[in-house]
């Protein structure tokens, strides 16, 4: 297919007409498409060049060579050059040369545009007859040799990797913003741009627009914009980046990794190997590597994924020579580039050890060992030197000549990481012990440390978070990598199954909480057992049962005897009674199982009077508990202790109607005796014996069997006569209650004994006046006046065979009327009940209220 060409230049009179015209075209090329031309074509010269130049000064004004879009989807190539005076001897006049290309079609043979750059084919002069010759190929400058090309990288060495990173933006279409380079010669400009098109893919530097000169850059259309310096500047318009090369290279840093592995290898004259990586980083990245070209770090991790990605399709021979370059002394880049560690800020680039783990991990055991073991061993050194992710390599990973060299070089590192203590030690040097394990690094007197720091952080919740699929830490509390070392580094093993049983002997709760469940192998090693206890609490406790069996449970899981070792007692109480304490019957029985000699020794002597000082007050085997407490620390017990068990253990002998004296004076005596007051539950368990006991009522949980005996008078007046407040609440609490109201309302003799307890020792002391009072009108009174007459017979009855008196002032206070009334005052009737309305027989009913 023959290419439509254009020729414009000033012309002499003709059937167009003169001046600036077109003077040889091409047949079928349409009116529009020499309008659109007609302003891509032309050149104004450099405002610093000669105005009327010579034939030898003329060779210096710039080639105008551009590749520019037209409207129709076309392209137009084209090439405009300054000739000086037109035919009527005026100074300005120019030839332009252009093909056009229309959508779809290339240069002949597939040549890129710029290699048409000064080809003989191009004319300075309008074609004699007028039609232009055809043109079926383009034989390329030489200056766009390969060697000549490479020479102009090397010279603008500093200045590549910048323009690089503006030409895959441009091309990316990620910054549409027009690349203007200023160049002392337009050739340079193309030269700018044949290294553009050799780094970019075929099909986008196929599509690259340019020109390489124009004294108006803000007026050019074209993607790469050459300008001279004397040209109209453009630094301050934001539509293009300007890469201004008569000047100093600019400082700023060059991110973009694919601009710097460009630059890399123009200025090693390999520009070959773009060829095979079609514009992709990682496999240009892997070629410059291979061929010797030194990257940096960005680079070589792109490689190194790029391979981790492509492993199995590349050659045995290319792995080789890729993990050579990764793990050789890095090279230095070309003249004007950076060292291949760092970035361009200069700080180590952290995503390149990972790309190599990445590698390593990927060729370990699918190439030999001598092709892979040199990257594990440079991946294993920067983790460990730099601080870096720990590979999990295995023994086949490394060969033993670089085994013995990793050890010896590692070592100070590996010692100091595992005894680092600001990580966490199930974390990173956890990681280096295995690391020192495979390279056969002696850290045994790092050992008893780490493995405090290791229980420390499991109990406290610091240990290092799960990996990926792994139970979280409310399920498990042991990392996996720490469960597989425990089972693989007994020494490891010895010493932290150590330093937890001391955490767990000082905190079996807390331990428990965090290992119960872990799955930590307590059988492989014999001993440690506060650990063992803690370990396998969890299971006594979903077992369920009674807690004492789970107590004894727990014993025995700790291996050994609590008489050999008494402290393991001590841990069994504290898992099995976590949030409480023994009943008086679980604590009743652990001190009579075990003896009072395990409990002295273990500590748990304190635990067990605890457990009967705050036992609520209805618990009925607390005071059999105090009794064996006395019984069994006779000497041992605090001051602050004893007072509150004598007390419980009176209240025993209260309750069982032991034959004691003076039961009020010796629960005071007792009381005010002790060194520090005595709990509440104590004191009311006490005060509340001792009233049932004056009311002749049984103890909680008793049947009333045969009646309690009464109480001998001197009893109830030592009460009356103490006034304590009390234990005269105790006794009107006991008397309110359902016990006395059921025997009051079916025993008329316990009604005669209550009236005359609660008629007894009138203003003996002011608190006992208020009680026996309001016991006499809010307990007693509601109650007689409910009974039927034959309990009333019955009542005064009993009261007759006590004495006339008795008999006579209980007739004058349930009596009704004025005499009634009186008597009441004097047995504590008060004056609201006087003005309260009666009914027949004097009678109130059992529910109480008014009558309407």
């Known amino acids: 297919m023959s290419l439509s060409q254009l020729h ?205 000169y124009t004294r108006r850059p803000q007026q050019a259309r074209q993607q790469i914009v050459g300008a001279l310096p004397s040209s109209e500047p453009v630094g301050h318009d934001h539509r293009f980046r300007v890469h201004d090369c008569t000047g100093r290279a600019g400082a700023e840093p060059v991110g973009d990794a694919w601009a710097e592995v460009c630059a890399r290898v123009w200025a090693a004259g390999r520009p070959e190997l773009f060829r095979d990586s079609s514009g992709d980083l990682g496999p240009l990245a892997v070629a410059a590597l291979v061929h010797g070209i030194g990257l940096r770090g960005d680079g070589r991790a792109a ?171 409310a399920d498990r509390a042991f990392p996996s990598a720490l469960l597989d070392a425990v089972h693989g580094h007994p020494a490891l093993r010895t010493a932290l199954f150590g330093a937890l049983n001391a955490l767990a002997a000082a905190n079996p709760p807390g331990v428990a909480a965090r290992l119960a469940g872990s799955g930590l192998p307590v059988s492989l090693d014999p001993g440690f057992p506060h650990l063992r206890m803690c370990v396998q609490a969890g299971e006594a406790r979903r077992a369920g049962g009674d807690r004492l069996r789970r107590c004894h449970e727990v014993l025995r899981t700790a291996g050994v005897s609590p008489h050999a070792e008494p402290a393991v007692l001590l841990t069994a109480l504290h898992l099995v009674w976590t949030d409480d304490l023994p009943t008086g019957e679980e604590a009743s029985l652990l001190l009579n199982e075990l003896g009072s000699d395990a409990h002295r020794l273990a500590g748990t002597r304190d635990l067990l009077v605890e457990a009967a000082l705050a036992a609520p007050a209805d618990d009925p085997a607390v005071p059999a508990l105090a009794t064996d407490l006395l019984r069994c620390f006779t000497t041992e017990l605090r001051p602050a202790h004893r007072a509150p068990l004598l007390l419980l253990e009176y209240t025993d002998l209260i309750d069982t109607d032991q034959d004691v004296e003076g039961w009020a004076d010796h629960v005071l005596r007792l009381r005010d005796g002790a060194a520090e007051p005595a709990p509440d539950p104590v004191t009311r368990r006490v005060y509340d014996a001792l009233a049932r006991r004056l009311l002749a009522v049984p103890a909680h949980g008793e049947s009333y069997a045969p009646p309690r005996a009464p109480a001998p008078e001197s009893e109830l007046y030592a009460l009356a006569r103490s006034g304590d407040p009390g234990l005269l609440a105790a006794y009107e609490r006991v008397a309110r209650g359902d016990r006395v109201g059921t025997r009051l309302r079916t025993v008329p003799s316990y009604v005669a004994a209550c009236f005359g307890d609660w008629s007894a020792y009138p203003q003996t002391h002011p608190a006992w006046e208020a009680t026996r009072t309001t016991l006499l009108a809010k307990v007693l009174r509601p109650v007689v006046r409910a009974l039927p007459a034959e309990d009333l017979g019955a009542v005064e009855e009993a009261l007759r065979r006590t004495g006339r008196g008795r008999l006579d002032a209980y007739l004058a206070w349930n009596r009704p009327g004025a005499l009634g009334r009186l008597a009441g005052r004097l047995t504590g009737r008060g004056r609201r009940e006087e003005r309260q309305a009666t009914w027949y027989g004097d009678v109130r009913p059992p529910g109480g209220g008014d009558r309407g």
């Open 8 to 212: 414009y230049t000033s012309a002499p009179p003709g059937p167009d007409g003169s001046g600036f015209r077109f003077t040889a075209v091409s047949p079928g090329v349409p009116p529009t498409l020499l309008r659109e031309a007609e302003q891509l074509i032309g050149y104004d010269p450099p405002r610093d060049l000669p105005a009327r130049p010579d034939t030898e000064q003329l060779k210096s004004f710039p080639k105008a060579f551009s590749f520019s879009d037209l409207s129709d989807g076309g392209r137009l190539l084209s090439r405009s050059v300054y000739t000086g005076a037109d035919y009527s001897g005026r100074w300005g006049n120019f030839h332009a040369h252009a093909l056009h290309l229309p959508s779809g079609v290339r240069l002949p043979d597939g040549a890129l545009p710029i290699t048409a750059w000064e080809s003989p084919r191009w004319a300075d002069t309008t074609p004699p007859d007028g039609r232009p010759e055809p043109v079926d190929r383009f034989e390329p400058s030489g200056l766009l040799r390969t060697d000549t090309l490479v020479a102009f990288a090397r010279s603008r060495a500093d200045r590549l990797a910048a323009f690089f990173a503006d030409l895959r933006a441009l091309a990316e279409e990620t910054d549409t913003r027009q690349i203007v380079l200023v160049e002392q010669d337009s050739a340079d400009v193309a030269q700018w741009i044949a290294l553009a098109c050799a780094v970019l893919p075929r099909e986008r530097a196929h599509r690259l627009t340019f020109t390489t």
């Open 303 to 473: 490689a190194a994924r790029w391979v981790a990605d492509h492993a199995s399709t590349l050659p045995e021979q290319t792995l080789a020579a890729l993990v050579g370059a990764l793990t050789g002394e890095v090279t230095a880049g070309p003249p004007g580039t950076r060292d291949g560690r760092h970035s361009p800020t200069g700080t180590p680039l952290d995503d390149e050890p990972a790309a190599l783990a990445a590698l390593s991990a990927r060729l370990d055991g699918q190439v030999p060992t001598a092709v892979s073991a040199p990257l594990a061993a440079r991946v294993l050194a920067s983790a460990v030197v730099d601080r870096g992710p720990v590979p999990p390599l295995g023994a086949g990973s490394l060969t033993p000549a670089l085994r013995a060299e990793l050890a010896r070089d590692l070592a100070p590192a590996l010692r100091q990481g595992i005894a680092d203590p600001t990580e966490p030690a199930a974390g990173r040097p956890l990681a280096l012990l295995r690391v020192a394990d495979l390279l056969d690094v002696d850290c045994t007197q790092a050992l008893p440390k780490f493995a405090e720091r290791i229980a420390r952080d499991l109990v406290s919740g610091r240990a290092a978070e799960p990996a990926a699929g792994e139970p979280s830490a």
